[in-house]
């Protein structure tokens, strides 16, 4: 995906009326200045979805969600921001730059390869269903998938022939077999071209646009490997794609969660109990790139697996990846020799149902697993499993969660949570110093003014009286944070911020040049100027919220100044942001008073 300069997003931005594109998904209906017309990010009968003409942006009264055309093209149609600038920018014919001739090259190629799966995919839905296909069907109808979820899940079947799709291919397109090679649908041997998948059960993968990709392919009966993936090709990548995740889009976002599988027949199965909200990860352990993918539709996960998957250690690290990303993961495992895909078919769709909401926190899961490994009946055990917990709860940033948890701990063991918190304190008394050793003279320099912890922060300000220093430090850790892991950006933008939310013109610039992944040497010094900072301490999510708060802390300042300068003629326009930013201003507050009334 080609990556834009401020310059062209604005240009883009300003070609277009927001009412106008919002305009063809939905009815809008003039109401003084504005728009009006019925949400499209949530069910409702009275029209509280605003469009302005003038400020170009929208906002939905009933659901919070708003934004500007970028924002809103993201939300409905699932795309990065990149995508939604490229396509609006095809929409209303404004050319891209900088494409480089072999990025073309590599565009033409891409869609050649898409063809050829769209018709591998086609020959296979075909085969599936014909003579050819009977042992298939014989074999899907064991597995408790009847046509209707095949058809759903465009189910196919490769039969066992070493040319079945080369002689398809043939007669129906002139793209030469050397690229079906390239698409993974074709392997060249010595003796000439033949099928890669043979007498396999055919699952496509599809992009998030519906795009054919890739295949799974299930043998039939017995030979090896019984799983068959499309190897790397410029189209698929196993670490950035997830099976299933263009049907179950729409669930997820109107659920507001993702269930993670690890295969195809579990994502099935689960489907046909009525969890549609499922995405399975191809046979490879959770990537940022996932993260990424997931990020734009929901912030919660449920990962429903069977406990003694192969590979549970790859599992653990691939989840610790989306928790790191900011998604909020909770685990839904199952007791041994079960797996998800039995479970789903064995079981009423109340029973899966009822299985998924009983997933617990990840971080409540590795201390039970934890847990679990020792007798914890026996004080040797009960040692052995406080020693385990204490490690894992040393890794946790905030303080808030490390208390709760360690309270959980204390209760699972029956043991006093002081001693937790004791081993906890030597434990990271011990890192501590550690980390002095090794940090003190590098970062001796540190300003005052940059060394606020969380708890600084929130001490510091009462009741969201921010002062430019408290600013300052937050928007430092925010940018500190967004340099070391840009996917942090998407998870920005998908509510609302963007450069403009920072009160400091270098990281308003910086912010922008990640954003478009581009690099120059004024955004290279303020971003060196930040890393040669510690660390900050305290996590994501925490300075987040500050962040947010303190963003619309500012712009109702600004906008109550505006409003007292015109006392006497208020303008509905004005009046309506101001309304909008105190909504969300208290949506903020209320966030932030859960987080604080937990601890
Ligand atoms: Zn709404």
Redesign the pocket.
């Known amino acids: 995906m080609a990556q834009f300069d401020q310059g062209f997003v604005e240009k883009v931005r300003s070609a277009v009326d927001i009412v106008d594109i919002i305009g063809r998904d939905i009815k809008l209906t003039q109401r003084g200045k504005n728009f009006v017309g019925l949400?499209p990010?949530?069910d409702?009968k009275t029209a509280?979805?605003n469009v302005s003409r003038e400020n170009q942006l929208y906002y939905?009264f009933?659901?919070g969600?708003g934004g500007n055309i970028f924002n809103y093209l993201m939300n409905a149609r699932h795309l990065s921001f990149p995508e939604a600038v490229q396509t609006l920018a095809e929409e209303v014919g404004i050319p891209l730059p900088n494409i480089s001739p072999r990025q073309r090259e590599q565009a033409a190629k891409a869609q050649q390869l898409q063809e050829l799966n769209r018709l591998a995919a086609q020959y296979y839905y075909r085969t599936l269903r014909s003579n050819l296909g009977e042992q298939a069907r014989n074999y899907l109808v064991q597995r408790a998938i009847d046509e209707r979820l095949a058809r759903h899940f465009y189910i196919g079947f490769a039969p066992d022939s070493w040319d079945g799709l080369i002689r398809f291919l043939q007669e129906n397109t002139e793209l030469p077999l050397e690229l079906a090679v390239e698409a993974g649908l074709v392997i060249k041997g010595k003796n000439g071209y033949y099928d890669r998948f043979r007498n396999r059960v055919m699952f496509p993968i599809c992009d998030l646009n519906q795009r054919f990709i890739g295949f799974g392919g299930r043998i039939i009966g017995s030979g090896n490997p019984k799983y068959l993936n499309t190897p790397e090709t410029l189209l698929f990548q196993k670490g950035k794609s997830l099976y299933g995740l263009n049907w179950s889009k729409d669930s997820i976002k109107h659920n507001d969660y993702i269930v993670l599988v690890e295969g195809y027949t579990d994502c099935i199965s689960l489907y046909a109990k009525g969890v549609t909200n499922t995405a399975a990860s191809l046979g490879t352990a959770f990537t940022e790139h996932h993260a990424r993918l997931i990020s734009r539709l929901t912030e919660n996960v449920v990962f429903a697996f069977d406990s003694d998957s192969a590979g549970m250690k790859a599992t653990e690290r691939g989840l610790s990846i989306l928790v790191d990303a900011g998604l909020n993961v909770k685990v839904a495992s199952l007791p041994e020799n079960q797996d998800p895909d039995t479970f789903a078919r064995t079981n009423s769709a109340r029973e899966v149902a009822a299985w998924i909401e009983s997933a617990v926190p990840y971080l409540e899961y590795q201390i039970n697993t934890a847990a679990a490994q020792f007798d914890i009946n026996s004080l040797e055990g009960k040692i052995k499993a406080a020693k385990e917990i204490v490690s894992i709860l040393s890794k946790v940033e905030s303080a808030i969660v490390r208390a709760e948890y360690s309270n959980y701990a204390a209760n699972l063991l029956s043991i006093e949570q002081d001693v937790i918190i004791e081993e906890l304190r030597q434990a990271s008394g011990s890192l501590e110093a550690e980390e002095k050793v090794g940090t003190q003279s590098r970062n001796s320099h540190i300003t005052s003014q940059n060394r606020y912890t969380i708890k600084d922060l929130h001490t510091k300000h009462h009741d969201s009286d921010f002062g430019s220093d408290q600013t300052e430090a937050i928007e430092a850790c925010v940018m500190r944070l967004v340099i070391t892991n840009p996917g942090l950006i998407d998870q920005m933008v998908r509510i609302g911020l963007d450069a403009d939310s920072f009160s400091n013109a270098d990281y308003r610039y910086l912010f922008n040049l990640l954003q478009a992944d581009a690099w120059d040497k004024q955004g290279e010094a303020t971003a060196d100027q930040l890393l040669s900072e510690p660390e900050p301490p305290g996590n994501w999510s925490e300075y987040l919220q500050l962040f947010r708060e303190n963003v619309w802390f500012r712009s109702i300042n600004s906008i109550e100044e505006k409003l007292s300068l015109m006392e006497n003629h208020r303008e509905p326009d004005v009046l309506l942001q101001f309304c909008q930013l105190l909504k969300r201003y208290a949506e903020v507050r209320r966030e932030i008073f859960l987080v604080k009334s937990k601890s």
């Open positions: 949400c990010f949530h409702e509280s979805f939905c009933g659901c969600s």
